[in-house]
């Protein structure tokens, strides 16, 4: 076992970035795929450690405090690109956008119900192939893979989980950007909106100019939205009321992005500059090169013919339900076509992958204002409180 500390963590992240920004630029099918950079060499990377501990016996423990604050500072960077004026023009569409997320957590619990049944295993281990892990991420799996080894007799309940989640991450990043572009060529789709991408630059505008002053006023009201969003966040646990600190954090950027304008009319205010999509785009980057250099590939071989079966049958009805259902419902246009990638990284285990998905498909078409407000709300905040909902209902009816 190597330990890594944070700074070696980072030296390696930003590593791993580089790796995927190379093969983007000199792969074309990455690039006009829409594969997420930050996924192309997080890959690659966990590849990499994987056959260093096959091979030699090496394990990396990496320290992963570095990836959480950084996690924090991308959900605050989304926050303050959020104005209430498009919030409430999206308002429709997050109802609608919900109740498809919602439904869809029922299918995807049923799935994976139906094909252990199929392969004579105990019902109940489908939903560590369905919702739990897919759609609830590492996260949920790691809070309720308890409950399936206690009340269920599931020893291995953590194992399967963390193994379904691993791939739906994998997946849901490689998905994604290839979806959307199906979807923008076939119905030749443009953007519509004017406004500068929300997370980096576009690939001709590689070279934006970010000022000093820019940066620091950027920083500065990143900070003081994550010291607003922890107070928010100790305040809520005080009354009961838990959520994520990113969740937290999101929302004390929106409301500090539209508060200064009317407080302070003079301040410039970072919502919608380069400097902030540059600090939103490298916070993410990072945040998902850790995250997925940090797997552990090779404790997922011991369920692997079950878990592929399941797997197959997710990824197929999720395909035809983006395609066929949310990219209709959602209004068959360019934001429909970026929020049906962000739908796949959103089902697939985690709302960064959601993200990047969409941050691809925009650096290569242009940008897509709704879909980077409701799915990131989607994410942070309703799929986990719809998903528990949904997992206790299956849980009470296959006991």
Not at 211 to 220: E, I, Q, T, Y
Not at 221 to 229: D, H, M, V
Not at 319 to 346: D, K, Q
Request: proline residues 4%.
């Amino acid at each position: 076992m190597i330990d890594v500390d944070a700074r070696q963590t980072l030296i390696l992240a930003i590593l791993v970035l580089f790796a995927g920004k190379w093969l983007t630029l000199r792969i074309a099918f990455l690039r006009e795929n829409n594969i997420p950079e930050p996924i192309t060499g997080g890959l690659l990377a966990a590849l990499l450690f994987t056959l260093g501990h096959l091979l030699f016996d090496i394990t990396f423990e990496f320290a992963l405090q570095i990836r959480d604050a950084l996690l924090l500072i991308f959900f605050t960077t989304i926050g303050l690109s959020t104005r209430i004026s498009t919030l409430i023009a999206g308002g429709k569409s997050l109802f609608i956008l919900l109740l498809v997320v919602i439904t869809y957590l029922f299918i995807q619990n049923a799935v994976g119900v139906l094909v252990v049944i199929a392969q004579g295993i105990t019902p109940v281990k489908g939903l560590l192939g369905g919702s739990v892990s897919l759609s609830g991420g590492h996260g949920t799996t790691i809070a309720w893979a308890p409950v399936f080894t206690s009340d269920y007799g599931i020893a291995s309940a953590m194992e399967i989980g963390i193994t379904f989640a691993t791939f739906g991450l994998i997946l849901g990043g490689i998905l994604g950007g290839p979806i959307a572009r199906f979807l923008i060529e076939r119905n030749k789709l443009e953007a519509t909106s004017d406004e500068a991408i929300e997370v980096g630059f576009k690939y001709e505008q590689q070279e934006e100019q970010i000022g000093v002053d820019h940066m620091l006023m950027s920083m500065l009201t990143i900070a003081i939205a994550i010291g607003i969003g922890i107070e928010l966040n100790l305040l809520l646990d005080m009354i009961g009321f838990k959520l994520p600190l990113f969740v937290a954090c999101l929302f004390s950027g929106i409301v500090l992005t539209n508060i200064i304008p009317l407080i302070l009319p003079k301040l410039e205010c970072p919502a919608g500059t380069p400097t902030l999509s540059l600090v939103s785009e490298l916070s993410l980057g990072l945040f998902l090169a850790i995250s997925l250099m940090s797997l552990r590939l090779w404790t997922i071989t011991d369920f692997i013919i079950p878990i592929m079966l399941v797997m197959l049958a997710q990824l197929v009805i999720l395909i035809s339900y983006v395609v066929f259902i949310v990219f209709r419902i959602m209004g068959s246009n360019y934001e429909a076509a970026v929020i049906s990638s962000g739908f796949t990284g959103l089902s697939l285990g985690a709302t960064p992958t959601a993200i990047a998905n969409m941050a691809a498909v925009t650096k290569h078409y242009g940008a897509a204002p709704l879909a980077f407000i409701i799915i990131p709300l989607i994410g942070a905040f309703f799929v986990d409180l719809s998903n528990s909902v949904v997992i206790k209902l299956f849980l009470t009816f296959l006991s």
